[in-house]
């Protein structure tokens, strides 16, 4: 018995149809594994708690839960209030907010890292959605929007840094 076209198109429809999920099926499992490979290290944003981490970080510095042996890490999104922004080119690392500005603020959020930003040189950490022509302080407000109004809430409370903002950003380092 001999098929007809309209069978036959329809059986190759549904093998390119079989063909095409199986493909699709491979690709999604990659892709989990790669994203499994590619985890973000995680803030450690009260600076009363100790941060479990393999990097030395400075007192400036956000710490972050880095794996032992990494040389190129970062974070996931989470955001902070811009306190305060100074401008400095890429290569003026003599420009930065002073320790002892950094200190009184953070006096101010016990339980909030405050940190500022620094040249970024191999072994320094980066902010992103900063402008590098910046230098900034700010603290840590959390991983959702949610929490970041609250703290823009309590750091307007203080009457002490006007212009205060909630920036999504991560943070990391390139050690070679």
């Known amino acids: 018995m001999l098929m007809s076209r309209k069978g036959l198109s329809f059986i190759f429809l549904w093998v390119f149809v079989l063909a095409a999920a199986s493909v699709l099926?491979?690709?999604a499992g990659q892709s989990r594994a790669i994203s499994h490979r590619a985890k973000k290290g995680s803030i450690c944003g009260n600076p009363t708690v100790a941060c479990k981490t393999s990097v030395p970080f400075q007192p400036n510095d956000l710490p972050f839960?880095?794996?032992a042996k990494a040389v190129i890490f970062d974070t996931e999104l989470f955001y902070a209030i811009i306190l305060?922004?100074?401008p400095a080119n890429e290569d003026e690392c003599n420009v930065?907010?002073?320790e002892a500005e950094r200190l009184q603020a953070q006096?101010?959020?016990?339980d909030h890292k405050v940190f500022t930003s620094?040249?970024?040189e191999p072994g320094e950490l980066f902010y992103t959605n900063t402008s590098e022509k910046h230098r900034i302080m700010a603290v840590y407000a959390?991983?959702?929007l949610t929490e970041a109004k609250r703290m823009l809430e309590?750091?307007?409370a203080t009457g002490k840094f006007s212009g205060a903002n909630i920036r999504r950003t991560r943070t990391g380092f390139n050690g070679t």
């Open 118 to 120: 620094r040249c970024v």
């Open 154 to 156: 309590a750091v307007a």
């Open 25 to 27: 099926s491979v690709v």
């Open 96 to 98: 930065l907010i002073p």
């Open 65 to 67: 839960r880095v794996p």
């Open 107 to 110: 006096a101010l959020f016990p």
């Open 84 to 86: 305060k922004s100074i």
């Open 142 to 144: 959390g991983t959702t």
